[in-house]
């Protein structure tokens, strides 16, 4: 979980229930365009054996062509590299095989996943953010802004944020515990105010004390469970089971 210092994206759920993103620093960031960067040299290294494979005169070749047709071919090296951030973009959920790695995504300022419009309009800024050398201009806005955003994500209105991935083994046994509910008909419908007061308890369980993490927990299998005092007690015997039961509680709503 981010620090109360580090910056963050505050988004909800469609369960209306409050996460907060930690926002990808330019740490990050360098890291990702650094693999994304070593990828594409090696794409185009490759490309330049093969022609010259076709092609024996390298210089001879590019010294005939037309100023023209230069200047098409440096404009078509940043089509290939701004198609290859846009698409990965858009087919990989807003990561590149860079970010990916390094553990980023790109997102929508209101946490949805990016669009094909975001993406194409915060790559093509790049060509601006590299101004004047080694991406001055990008790096420049992503120290000064608050969310860490270079300017193709000011316009776009998008931000990187990074993936926390949270280790679930800790929080229950060895062997899952068996999830029974009552009877249908036996437990009264559960209204919306009642399923978001459990989704939010289930959100931020992990990060409750353990004491008040069980005492909370019990308390909402007695409210909305509709088990016996025989069934409470195996229930809350059984570790993770409290979790396991308001899950499968909810979900027998839907």
């Known amino acids: ?63 005939g062509l ?10 078509g090296v940043f089509a290939t590299q701004w198609v290859y951030w846009t698409l990965c973009e858009v087919l990989m959920g807003g990561q590149t095989p860079g970010k990916r790695l390094v553990g980023i995504r790109v997102v929508r300022v209101d946490g949805s996943p990016v669009g094909v419009l975001e993406s194409a309009v915060r790559n093509l800024l790049r060509v601006v953010d590299s101004f004047p050398l080694i991406y001055a201009v990008g790096c420049l806005s992503i120290l000064l802004t608050r969310q860490h955003r270079r300017l193709g994500d000011l316009l776009a209105g998008t931000l990187l944020v990074r993936e926390e991935r949270i280790d679930l083994d800790k929080y229950t046994a060895a062997a899952a515990p068996s999830v029974v509910l009552p009877p249908a008909g036996v437990t009264a419908r559960l209204a919306s105010g009642d399923v978001e007061l459990i989704l939010s308890f289930l959100a931020r369980a992990p990060w409750l004390e353990p004491a008040a993490r069980t005492r909370l927990g019990a308390r909402l299998v007695e409210r909305y469970g509709g088990l016996d005092a025989q069934q409470r007690a195996t229930l809350l015997a059984a570790p993770g089971g409290v979790e396991s039961f308001l899950r499968a509680r909810v979900q027998a709503e839907r």
Do not use: H, K, N
Request: with cysteine; net charge negative; hydrophobic share 55%.
């Open 1 to 63: 979980m981010s620090s109360p210092a580090s910056p963050s994206l505050d988004v909800a759920t469609p369960e209306r229930v409050s996460l907060s993103l930690p926002v990808a620093g330019i740490g990050y960031r360098c890291l990702a365009y650094l693999v994304d960067l070593a990828l594409l040299f090696s794409f185009w290294v490759l490309a330049y054996f093969v022609f010259t494979l076709l092609v024996s005169d390298v210089v001879g070749f590019f010294q």
């Open 66 to 75: 037309s100023g023209l047709v230069r200047t098409l071919m440096v404009v």
